[in-house]
């Protein structure tokens, strides 16, 4: 089955911690993107690589951290130093860039 | 200017209406415009994609595209109650191929 997993879907982090969400593709696609969504919000960029070993910050970088040492991997990363981390995180990817992204299912993360 | 604007909502239309969304972007260089749907709690889903100026027709669905206005527009016809969702405008942008996405309108499909 191809397609873009997120992982966990729920994900619970106590003040302080940091966290690192899981996102995996088995489409081959070059591209991949971090978007975080606040409640009645579009999707707002964090982080995107168009290649492996290769990543470009968005407009809300600040706080989180990613990597790409595989092409089908693109894990990110919230620290502490993100100090509303409270959102639905989606990651997408793209065969190659500026082509049409698909999207995992999401992960929830909740500071508690 | 925002990179990508969409006009205010919420939207809502009776069944069997056409519903007009419409969206723009201030990067004249772009050359990728994506609409995608988005149901309450779950990701965004890809709905059309138009590259060129001009009108794209997928079933119900109808994108419009005018680069020289820097506007592109979803057209739905005869909406249904499972057209109703979060419609979100995307962009590709700048010398990096950055995926910009609007806010997004709610779109309420009255039975």
């Known amino acids: 089955d191809g397609g873009i997993t997120q992982s966990p879907k729920y994900l619970f982090r106590k003040e302080g911690q940091n966290v690192t969400l899981s996102c995996e593709q088995n489409?081959?696609?070059?591209?991949m993107y971090w978007y975080r969504q606040d409640p009645g919000q579009g999707l707002r960029l964090i982080y995107y690589?168009?290649?492996?070993?290769?990543?470009q910050k968005g407009d809300i970088a600040e706080g989180y951290s990613v990597s790409r040492e595989k092409k089908e991997s693109f894990p990110l990363t919230v620290t502490s130093a993100q100090k509303n981390p409270t959102a639905f995180y989606l990651c997408a990817s793209s065969i190659v860039k500026n082509t049409e992204a698909f999207f995992g299912q999401g992960t929830r993360l909740t500071v508690v | 200017q925002k990179e990508v604007e969409q006009n205010s909502g919420p939207l809502s239309v009776p069944e069997g209406a056409i519903a007009s969304l419409n969206c723009t972007y201030s990067?004249?260089?772009?050359?990728?415009f994506f609409w995608y749907r988005q149901y309450s709690g779950k990701s965004p889903e890809l709905i059309m994609s138009?590259?060129?100026?001009g009108d794209k027709e997928d079933g119900r669905f109808t994108a419009q595209l005018n680069k020289a206005s820097q506007y592109v527009s979803l057209l739905i016809r005869d909406s249904q109650p499972s057209d109703s969702a979060t419609y979100l405008c995307?962009?590709?942008?700048?010398?990096?191929?950055?995926?910009?996405f609007g806010k997004g309108i709610t779109l309420s499909v009255r039975p």
């Open positions: 690589s168009q290649i492996v070993n290769d990543f």
């Open positions: 990067d004249r260089g772009s050359q990728s």
């Open positions: 489409l081959n696609h070059d591209a």
């Open positions: 138009i590259y060129s100026n």
């Open positions: 995307a962009v590709i942008t700048g010398a990096n191929s950055k995926l910009t």
